[in-house]
């Protein structure tokens, strides 16, 4: 079974709880997916319906999410979990339809996630361009080839 930091677990729970459709992507979808690196926060694409806005917005409420540092291409807050960032758009993917049409269930303790697929996560990385990213690029790869995910 995938192990999450205690505090993403967490977060993931509420989102869950409060019935928000999402997409795990970042480094917690890689972990999803079985890479063993390690990942600061939840990065997460929302669904922009009405009613899941509100639903996102009670889950922020119930993690004590502090005031929005809004960004290019997301969102973040702090929160009694961690920092939770809100993917409107990735680099080399886009938004949130962009990264459900290839997302699968996964099965995670008791819940089900929507994880972005293995190759849509290495895409966004290649893309971003950032260090981090670019420094984990090559252990994901080999975890996701190694697994079968990707080739």
């Known amino acids: 079974m995938t192990s999450l930091a205690e505090d993403q677990a967490a977060l993931l729970r ?3 709880r ?3 459709e999402f997409v795990v992507v970042g480094g917690v979808g890689a972990q999803l997916h079985g890479w063993n690196g390690a990942t600061t926060d939840l990065d997460i694409a929302v669904s ?6 509100d639903r996102l917005n009670r889950a922020l409420v119930a993690v004590g999410a502090g005031e929005p540092a809004i960004g290019a291409t997301g969102t973040s807050f702090r929160t009694a979990y961690g920092r939770l960032e809100i993917v ?3 680099d080399g993917i886009g938004g949130y339809e962009d990264w459900l049409r290839r997302a699968a269930n996964k ?3 008791d819940l089900t996630i929507v994880v972005a697929a293995p190759g849509d996560i290495v895409r966004s ?3 971003a361009g950032r260090d981090k990213d670019l420094e984990a690029l090559p252990d ?3 975890s996701f080839a190694e697994a079968g995910l990707i080739t």
């Open 14 to 16: 509420v989102l869950a």
């Open 18 to 20: 409060h019935g928000v």
């Open 48 to 53: 922009v319906e009405d009613a899941n806005v």
């Open 88 to 90: 409107r758009r990735a």
């Open 107 to 109: 099965a995670f303790e």
């Open 125 to 127: 990385k290649e893309a």
């Open 140 to 142: 994901i790869r080999r």
